[in-house]
C-alpha cells in the first residue's frame, strides 16, 4: 500500500512532499512523492508514557489546588467506588486515548480493570501493577500476593505487566528492594512534589509528618536517587514519573543510569509541582516521554493539549522545547523511553500510524497550534 500524506512527521518534524509504501503493517520505503498527495498528516501514533485510566471518573471533581489535599481526596474517593464503576472509567479512558491518536499506553494500576479496557479498545501497552505497602490495613506480604494476583490477571491481557513499586515513600524499604530487584521494568513516582526531597533529605514537610504521626520506620535519610540506587531501581528499564523536583545533580545521575522519564506537565501545573527540567533532561541524555496521567489531575484525555502545555511550561521555565522535541517526546522518543526501539516511520518499522487532519500546515508549531482529539481521522491497530 502506497499512503500519499500531504506530510509525513519524521522524529517530530513535519515534512513535506514524501511518500511511504507499507505492507502488512512494516514501512517499507519512503521517497519523493510520485502522485497527488492525499489531504492528511502520518505521524507515528502517541505513546501515552504514563498514565491511570482508573481516575478517569474523577474528571473535575477534585478542588483541592495542591498536592497533598489532592492525593488525600483520591484516596477517600477510591473507598466508594465500585468495581463496576472502575472498570467502566477504565474502558472509557482507554477509548478515549484511542480517539486522541494513542496506540500504547503505560499504565499504572492499582486496581482490576486496565489491562481489559486496554486490550478491548485495541491499545498495547505495559500495565504496572502498584504495589502500595503505606498506611494499608494489610501488611506488605497480603498487599504484595494481592498485587501479584493482579498482575498475573493483566499479563493475561496485555503482552508486559509487572508489579511495581508505587513511589519510594509509599511502599516499605524491604517491599521496595524486593520489587527493584526482579529486574524487571519498573515505573515509580519520583521527585513530583518538593515535599519529597524535604522528607527524603531533612525528616520534614507533610511526608515526615504523616510517618511520624503513624509510627512509619524511615526506610532511608539522605539523597532520594541515592536510596533509589541502593535499592538497584537506578538502571536501565526503569521509568521515573514526574521527576519535577529534579536538581543538576540528579539529571546527572539519572543520564549516567540510563533511566527514562515520563513528563505529565498538565498534571504538575494542576498540582502545584515544580516545572520539571525537561531541557535539562534532553540536553543530559535522557529519554522522555509524555503522559496523561490521570484525568483527575491532568484533564480530559488529549495528547495535543498535554503536548501544548509541555512546550508552555518549557517557555514559562525560560528553557524552551521545540515543537518537533515535544511531538518526538509524545512518539518516538517516548517508545524509546518505554523500551520500544522502532516508534518511527522508516524502513523496516512496523509502527502503528495515525493519520491527521492537519493538512495545510507548514510545520510542528503549526499542527501543535490547530490540533486536537478532533483531528484524527484514523489510526493503524498496534496490538
Ligand atoms: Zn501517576
New binding site residues.
Given amino acids: 500500500m502506497i499512503l500519499r500524506p500531504y506530510g509525513v512527521v519524521l522524529r517530530g518534524r513535519l515534512e513535506l512532499g514524501l511518500e511511504v509504501e507499507v505492507v502488512d503493517g512494516v514501512v517499507v520505503s519512503i521517497g519523493p512523492q510520485t502522485g497527488m498527495p492525499d489531504p492528511y498528516v502520518l505521524s507515528p501514533a502517541f505513546v501515552n508514557a504514563?498514565s491511570?485510566l482508573e481516575y478517569r471518573g474523577m474528571l473535575g471533581l477534585i478542588d483541592e489546588p495542591e498536592y497533598v489535599g489532592w492525593i488525600r481526596a483520591i484516596t477517600r474517593m477510591k473507598t466508594s467506588q465500585t468495581v463496576e464503576e472502575v472498570v467502566a472509567d477504565c474502558i472509557l479512558a482507554a477509548e478515549e486515548n484511542v480517539a486522541c491518536g494513542v496506540a500504547f499506553v503505560a499504565e499504572?494500576s492499582d486496581r482490576p480493570g486496565a489491562a481489559a479496557a486496554i486490550n478491548a479498545a485495541g491499545l498495547d501497552g505495559i500495565v504496572f501493577q502498584e504495589v502500595i505497602t503505606f498506611m494499608e490495613a494489610d501488611g506488605p506480604a497480603e498487599r504484595l500476593a494481592r498485587s501479584e494476583e493482579r498482575r498475573a490477571a493483566a499479563a493475561e491481557l496485555v503482552d508486559q505487566a509487572y508489579l511495581n513499586p508505587h513511589a519510594p515513600h509509599t511502599v516499605d524499604g524491604a517491599t521496595f528492594g524486593q520489587l527493584a530487584g526482579y529486574g524487571k521494568p519498573l515505573s515509580i513516582?519520583v521527585a513530583e512534589t518538593v515535599h519529597e526531597r524535604t522528607f527524603w533529605e531533612d525528616d520534614a514537610g507533610p511526608l515526615a509528618e504523616v510517618y511520624r504521626a503513624n509510627s512509619i520506620p524511615r526506610p532511608y535519610r539522605g539523597r532520594l536517587l541515592d536510596y533509589l540506587a541502593a535499592q538497584g531501581a537506578l538502571r536501565p528499564g526503569v521509568q521515573l514519573?514526574h521527576f519535577c523536583d529534579a536538581d543538576p545533580a540528579d539529571i546527572a545521575q539519572a543520564a549516567a543510569a540510563g533511566v527514562g522519564v515520563a513528563h505529565c506537565p498538565r498534571s504538575n501545573e494542576r498540582l502545584q509541582c515544580p516545572r520539571a527540567p525537561v531541557r535539562e533532561m534532553l540536553d543530559a541524555g535522557i529519554l522522555v516521554g509524555l503522559g496523561l496521567?490521570?484525568a483527575a489531575s491532568s484533564g480530559p484525555v488529549d495528547m495535543f493539549a498535554e503536548m501544548r502545555a509541555a512546550l508552555e511550561v518549557s517557555f514559562r521555565r525560560s528553557q524552551p522545547l521545540t515543537a518537533e522535541e515535544v511531538w518526538d517526546m509524545a512518539t518516538t522518543m517516548g517508545a524509546r523511553s518505554l523500551g520500544l526501539a522502532d516508534w518511527e516511520i522508516k524502513p523496516g518499522s512496523k509502527v502503528p500510524l495515525v493519520a491527521l487532519d492537519l493538512a495545510g500546515c507548514l510545520t510542528t508549531d503549526d499542527m501543535l497550534d490547530r490540533g486536537g482529539p478532533e483531528s484524527v481521522l484514523w489510526q493503524t491497530a498496534s496490538g
Fill in positions: 504514563h491511570h499504572h513516582h514519573v496521567d490521570s
